[in-house]
T-cell receptor, first 113, second 116 residues
Framework: ETGVTQSPTHLIKTRGQQVTLRCSSQSGHNTVSWYQQALGQGPQFIFQ???????GRGNFPPRFSGLQFPNYSSELNVNALELDDSALYLC????????????FGSGTQLSVL | AQSVTQLGSHVSVSEGALVLLRCNYS??????LFWYVQYPNQGLQLLLKYTSAATLVKGINGFEAEFKKSETSFHLTKPSAHMSDAAEYFC??????????????FGQGTILTVHP
């Protein structure tokens, strides 16, 4: 149990729709990262948020966006869903500027039909 | 740019046998290296990490890894496999620095099967 919770656990959407995934960070962690893990692949870094601002982004288009709230919970929003967006989305939290390890949630499995 | 290559997408061992999972990395700056384990329908759990201290790193559940700069490798080993070790293992690399700590580059993963 890492203290990082994600909701929902599973989600089915249709191509072209929009989706919001939620993450509650571990207590005391002010930084959150989001990863996309396609079937049979390693996780890929989407972006990181610190103090409610994006702080580092991977190779993902602008239709992937996020929010971090003052209580350090966060959201991942994906617009105009494509079939290739089907994946497990993982959120991970940590304390900024330390060598603290990342604590991963169990993920949200998104299926786009 | 950083990258990770895990040699062997599937490794099968007998219970009690040596576990060796291979990882090679590429990094233009001194790397931080990690091994994570993922059980079905779960997130990632950190096994161990190398952050420029001792080159032989001991982790949880009897796993260890050795950082070899000359070989750009960070292979994961365990002397005696248990059935409970069956899972998918990921090697990952990042750089030092606040922004970089949360940005990991993962390998493709290695599925470890343990036979009775």
């Amino acid at each position: 149990e890492t203290g990082v919770t994600q909701s929902p656990t599973h989600l089915i959407k249709t191509r072209g729709q929009q989706v919001t995934l939620r993450c509650s960070s571990q207590s005391g962690h002010n930084t959150v990262s989001w990863y996309q893990q396609a079937l049979g692949q390693g996780p890929q870094f989407i972006f990181q948020y610190y103090r409610e601002e994006e702080n580092g982004r991977g190779n993902f288009p602008p239709r992937f966006s996020g929010l971090q709230f003052p209580n350090y919970s966060s959201e991942l929003n994906v617009n105009a869903l494509e079939l290739d967006d089907s994946a497990l989305y993982l959120c991970a939290s940590r304390a900024w500027a330390t060598n603290e390890k990342l604590f991963f949630g169990s993920g949200t499995q998104l299926s786009v039909l | 740019a950083q990258s990770v290559t895990q040699l062997g997408s599937h490794v099968s061992v007998s219970e009690g046998a040596l576990v060796l999972l291979r990882c090679n990395y590429s990094s233009s700056v001194p790397p931080y290296l990690f091994w994570y384990v993922q059980y079905p329908n779960q997130g990632l759990q950190l096994l161990l990490k190398y952050t420029s201290a001792a080159t032989l790193v001991k982790g949880i559940n009897g796993f260890e890894a050795e950082f070899k700069k000359s070989e750009t490798s960070f292979h994961l080993t365990k002397p005696s496999a248990h059935m409970s070790d069956a899972a998918e293992y990921f090697c990952a690399v990042s750089s030092a620095g606040g922004t970089s700590y949360g940005k990991l580059t993962f390998g493709q993963g290695t599925i470890l099967t343990v036979h009775p």
